[in-house]
């Protein structure tokens, strides 16, 4: 399809296991952010690439979170060990230009749900 | 940091009638973009407005940015306005590179 594209759509984990959210963005697309959005809140800023460089990742909170985009196309968000509070909405957004040059455009988010 | 604040949090509409949502920002941003999540969570990007007026269809947006707001005027609202509408402004600081501050949202209620 035309749009951001994230999978799985819904992760159910144990607490203490590691995870892996994918994000396929719109092809050509420069920028690419991923986002946190906890029940009825807005979305919170996690990290920035620029192709594959990982301009800003002031947003991860904690060492537990790490991302890539090695090939600055594809990203994934790992977290590592698991925990209750790590459940949100992990959305990915891409956008066509450097920075704040070009509105953002979202996938449909993975709900990740630890137990 | 920035602050972004949106009003009102919930409203509620008869079907047809009209309603503007409110933005303000604490500081200065360099842009500014309005969203619509719906209730399958997707969140659908509405304007992507720094300054000025846009209109598509029965929606418009206007930023005033020397004042701090923007404002969303959604006109005879129909059942799939329904949703969240999140205004998101850029903050590009030194150590930014153009990450979105989300306000909390409008929580839109439209009845038939």
């Known amino acids: 399809g035309a749009g951001v594209s994230q999978s799985p759509r819904y992760k159910v984990a144990k607490r203490g296991q590691d995870v892996a959210l994918r994000c396929d963005p719109i092809?050509?697309?420069?920028?690419l952010f991923w986002y946190q959005q906890a029940l009825g809140q807005g979305p919170e800023f996690l990290t920035y690439?620029?192709?594959?460089?990982?301009?800003?990742k002031s947003g991860l909170p904690s060492d537990r979170f790490f991302a890539e985009r090695p090939e600055g196309s594809v990203s994934t968000l790992k977290i590592q060990r698991t925990q209750q509070e790590d459940s949100a909405v992990y959305l990915c957004a891409s956008s066509s230009g450097r920075g704040i040059s070009q509105p953002q455009h979202f996938g449909d988010g993975t709900r990740l749900s630890i137990l | 940091g920035i602050q972004v604040e949106q009003s009102p949090p919930d409203l509620i509409l008869q079907e047809g009638a009209n309603s503007t949502l409110r933005c303000n920002f604490s500081?200065?941003?360099?842009?500014l973009q309005w969203f619509h999540q719906n209730p399958w969570g997707q969140l659908i990007n509405l304007f992507y407005?720094?300054?000025g007026t846009k209109q598509n269809g029965r929606l418009s947006a206007t930023t005033v940015a020397t004042e701090r707001y923007s404002l969303l005027y959604i006109s005879s609202s129909q059942t799939t306005d329904s949703g969240v509408y999140f205004c998101a402004v850029f903050m590009n600081y030194g150590g930014s590179q153009g990450n979105l501050i989300f306000g909390k949202g409008t929580k839109l209620s439209v009845k038939p």
């Open positions: 690439f620029q192709n594959e460089a990982q301009l800003d």
């Open positions: 407005i720094p300054s």
């Open positions: 500081d200065s941003v360099n842009n």
């Open positions: 092809s050509g697309h420069v920028s």
